[in-house]
């Protein structure tokens, strides 16, 4: 409810920027915080969520506009035909 319809379009948008995420796994892993296991599996998910992060940003995109711009040019429509029969 916070952020309204735009939530999922904007939390998609910011998961293909990963770069700052392999900064900080290969900092973790160089400061022994992070097994050398645990590290391929964070690096295998980034790699994931990179590749797949614009292909569903897209779709999610695509779903928000069809649902909220489809409204609006319906009322110029409306208003247009108003205004033609007058």
Known sequence: PFMGDAKFVIGWAMVGRAEFAYLIAQMAV???MMDQNTFSIVIWALLYAT?????IFRKVLARYVAKNFK???A???EDEATEAVH
Request: no cysteine.
């Open 71 to 73: 409204t609006e040019e």
């Open 75 to 77: 009322e110029l429509a």
């Open 51 to 55: 590749v797949f992060a614009p292909f």
């Open 30 to 32: 160089s400061a022994d």
